[in-house]
């Protein structure tokens, strides 16, 4: 409640529109930034294409450059790939601790309701039990063939 009351008040102060104005003039300044070093280097990249072309020919310049230029494309895209198995297992790692807080903070907060009456003590340790003799159960097995852990040892 809070949170919404700092919201709300920064809202009815007019602090929200200047920080917009703030982030919105610095977009533009960041923007035209790069704009203008976009162009040095082209200008730059023009410079080592008219040296090189004086020095060994326009031909082989062209296609200097050109295969340079594919190269640096490709090792780009190469290690876009190699980072996005990891980007993956992070983004679900993730999501999957996000859901489990959800779960649980859902959980909380319906515990009260639940324990109420006896038809929700019932409802609360019916499952708990579930689980507990689940635990048990798969400690107590041995695993398979299929069982990824079946060949380590502790």
């Known amino acids: 409640m809070g949170m919404l009351a700092t919201l709300i008040s920064g809202l ?3 602090e929200t529109v200047a920080a917009m ?3 919105r003039t610095a977009a533009v300044a960041y923007g035209l930034a790069a704009l203008t070093a ?3 280097l082209g200008f730059l990249v023009g410079a080592a294409y008219i040296w090189a ?3 060994y020919g326009s031909m ?3 296609l200097g450059f050109g295969i340079g230029f594919l190269l640096i494309a490709g090792l780009i895209l190469l290690v876009y790939r190699i980072s996005a198995g990891t980007r993956a297992r992070r983004q679900a790692q993730r999501r999957n601790a996000d859901i489990k807080a959800i ?3 859902a959980a909380l907060a ?3 309701t639940l324990l109420k009456g006896k038809v929700g003590m019932g409802a609360v340790l019916g499952p708990a039990i579930a689980l507990v003799a689940y635990a048990i159960y798969r400690e107590n097995t041995k695993p398979g063939p299929d069982d990824p852990d079946a060949g380590s040892t502790q």
């Open 53 to 55: 072309a004086s020095r």
């Open 12 to 14: 009815a102060s007019g």
């Open 38 to 40: 976009f162009c040095g």
């Open 110 to 112: 319906a515990l009260p």
């Open 103 to 105: 779960g649980i903070a």
């Open 21 to 23: 104005r703030r982030a």
């Open 60 to 62: 082989a310049a062209a």
